[in-house]
């Protein structure tokens, strides 16, 4: 059996970055020819350490337009609540007594009950936030919102609905608005974050899933009983609204130094 040895020439190392390489992965095109490449084929704005650019870029558009925000509350729900519904009108009435009472109203940005929140937001004369995602059959903002940010990815957007606002009303919903809320009560339950509300609007909506998770989840030995007081559930939006409230300044006084 024969043995290949490498000569030392070919253990010098060659750096991309951060990053050195040697022996069979040197054989690379520096950054900067690369730049200058004019005939570079588009496909790298596809890459991923294109794509970690874009990412990068989202968070920090987040962080800049919302860091003078103030305090505020994420309000989530179907995109498919109809306007004059029950649960539309609903909408309406929580964003408008969340704007009254001096906090902003953040939702996704799209129609239904998003829309109805949005609403209320300016009808109550406060500050109306849509974070909007990139999808193939949304219409966009709607057209209550002040402040919108669309956003590509939705990790991204996530960030921004938990680390701006102090607490979550959560309308009935879909699939996003249950990702929403489960995702909201594992970041409360892990210590991820402290002490944030999360109210849950429509008891004869909420409450099989309520019980699904107490007779299944709890009763499996899933989920910890004490879990389920991570939500309230509630019918009335002026009983939301006070919760919601009330669970922010708790954990405002909680923070507060003696």
Request: glycine share 12%; aromatic share 8%; charged share 20%.
């Amino acid at each position: 059996m024969s043995t290949h040895f490498t000569s030392p020439r070919d253990n010098e190392p060659r750096r991309r970055g951060s990053v050195e390489l040697r022996r069979g992965q040197a054989g690379i095109q520096m950054a900067d020819q690369r730049l200058l490449d004019s005939g570079t084929p588009s496909a790298f704005v596809h890459s991923d350490p294109w794509r970690v650019m874009r990412i990068q870029s989202e968070f920090v558009e987040g962080f800049g337009a919302l860091a003078d925000l103030g305090p505020a509350i994420s309000v989530f729900g179907s995109a498919r609540t109809k306007p004059g519904t029950p649960f539309y009108e609903l909408g309406v009435e929580i964003g408008r007594r969340l704007a009254q009472s001096g906090v902003a109203v953040i939702t996704g940005g799209g129609p239904g009950s998003m829309e109805a929140a949005n609403r209320g937001a300016v009808e109550g004369g406060g500050v109306s936030v849509g974070l909007g995602i990139e999808l193939p059959f949304e219409q966009g903002m709607n057209e209550w919102v002040d402040l919108g940010i669309n956003f590509r990815y939705f990790f991204a957007r996530k960030t921004m609905f938990v680390k701006y606002a102090q607490g979550f009303v959560v309308l009935p919903g879909g699939l996003g608005t249950l990702d929403e809320l489960f995702e909201a009560m594992v970041l409360v339950q892990t210590h991820k974050v402290t002490s944030f509300p999360i109210v849950l609007v429509g008891v004869e909506f909420w409450s099989p899933m309520i019980d699904w998770i107490r007779e299944t989840l709890v009763k499996d030995g899933m989920v910890s009983p004490q879990d389920l007081n991570l939500i309230q559930l509630v019918d009335d939006p002026e009983d939301a609204v006070c919760r919601v409230l009330h669970g922010v300044r708790l954990a405002d006084s909680d923070q507060r130094p003696e």
